[in-house]
């Protein structure tokens, strides 16, 4: 029932939204430069997906390693993973358009 309702309002707010000009496409605006808050965004977001890929990364070469009969230190790995994703992350969208 909750769609549906949302639904409804959806419908009778879009044309009133539209006509108003609330909503714009943004055609035609260049963006002239990245601001330090995206660029700062962009590294805590590489940095946190730099963590989890390295944590997941140290766990299963620890398993591989482990079924080898081999024992391999894998504790600076989420450090290292979440500096290689910040760094990463700020390049992309400071070069990137």
Do not use: C
């Amino acid at each position: 029932m909750s769609f549906a309702l949302l639904d409804r309002f959806n419908a009778w707010i879009a044309p009133l939204l539209g006509q108003g000009g609330f909503i714009t496409s943004g055609h035609g605006v260049a963006h002239a430069r990245h601001q330090p808050l995206e660029v700062g965004i962009a590294a805590m977001l590489g940095a946190l997906g730099g963590f989890i890929v390295g944590l997941v990364l140290a766990r299963l070469i620890r398993f591989v390693a482990y079924l080898a009969g081999r024992e391999l230190p894998t504790g600076k790995w989420a450090i290292y993973g979440a500096i290689l994703g910040a760094i990463i992350a700020v390049l992309w969208e400071a070069l990137g358009d």
